[in-house]
């Protein structure tokens, strides 16, 4: 648990912990996460040959980037629904279908950014 009094630099520290045992936790449990960074890891080299400006650089692994981050945020999600119960609730259902949706409309923006870049 997160130390409440903690300030300053010694606050940031802290934060800098959590987010690791965050990529951690993620890395471990979530396939989609380890696919998402192994296409990071391939496709940021190739922004870097391919884009021709530093702004179409920039886009191409910034698609990539906002990809992961919709998948921490939907497994942030994932995880509070499944610690509450693992029964089907409509609810609960619900959230987890739309944070897939998040993930597909950020993996849609990433192709059409990459194919209009390259095109």
Avoid: Y
């Avoid at 998402?36 to 021709?52: D, H, K, N, R």
């Avoid at 530093?54 to 497994?75: D, F």
């Avoid at 279908?97 to 990433?110: E, H, K, T, Y």
């Amino acid at each position: 648990m997160a130390n409440q009094n903690a300030k300053g630099f010694k606050r940031l520290i802290n934060a800098c912990f959590f987010s690791a045992a965050g990529f951690k936790a993620t890395w471990q449990h979530e396939e989609a996460f380890r696919q998402e960074v192994i296409l990071f890891v391939i496709s940021t080299p190739l922004a870097i040959w391919l884009g021709e400006t530093m702004i179409e650089k920039l886009l191409l692994i910034g698609s990539m980037v906002i990809v992961m981050l919709v998948e921490l945020l939907n497994t942030a999600v994932e995880s509070v629904v499944d610690r509450v119960g693992f029964e089907h609730h409509e609810l609960s259902g619900r959230a987890k279908d739309i944070g897939s949706a998040a993930v597909m409309m950020s993996l849609a923006w990433a192709a059409v950014t990459w194919t209009l870049i390259l095109l």
